[in-house]
Nanobody, 118 residues
Framework: QVQPVESGGGLVQAGGSLRLSCATS????????MGWYRQAPGKQRELVAD???????NYADSVKGRFTISRDNAKNTVYLQMNNLKPEDTAVYYC????????????WGQGTQVTVSS
């Protein structure tokens, strides 16, 4: 399975938490910077957080202090722990695997809906 597969989206009230998961094949995962992006209706897709193969992380200002990205190299899975969710976090969340394994690759998951009610 090369294409990343996301899970964990859903409906939650403001202030609640969700954890998203994304898995891909081992070779791809180990070579990837893994990222979570989101796209709200009528808006462009934006980076939420990413993590390099070495574990360095980067976050959008809007989620700093509330979201945590992590990766489990034994399970070929990246997680996005989302706490203190706000209605403006409502979007389709996409997982991305970007890196080089003989050739450059850039794989996207199908997306998972996160809806935060006020």
């Amino acid at each position: 399975q090369v294409q990343p597969v996301e899970s964990g989206g859903g409906l939650v009230q403001a202030g609640g938490s969700l954890r998203l998961s994304c898995a891909t094949s081992g070779n791809i995962f180990r070579a990837s910077r893994m990222g979570w992006y989101r796209q709200a209706p009528g808006k462009q897709r934006e980076l939420v957080a990413d993590i390099t193969s070495g574990g360095s992380t980067n976050y959008a200002d809007s989620v700093k202090g509330r979201f945590t990205i992590s990766r489990d190299n034994a399970k070929n899975t990246v997680y996005l722990q989302m706490n203190n969710l706000k209605p403006e976090d409502t979007a389709v969340y996409y997982c991305n695997a970007y890196g080089t394994l003989f050739i450059r690759f850039d794989y996207w998951g199908q997306g998972t809906q996160v809806t935060v009610s006020s």
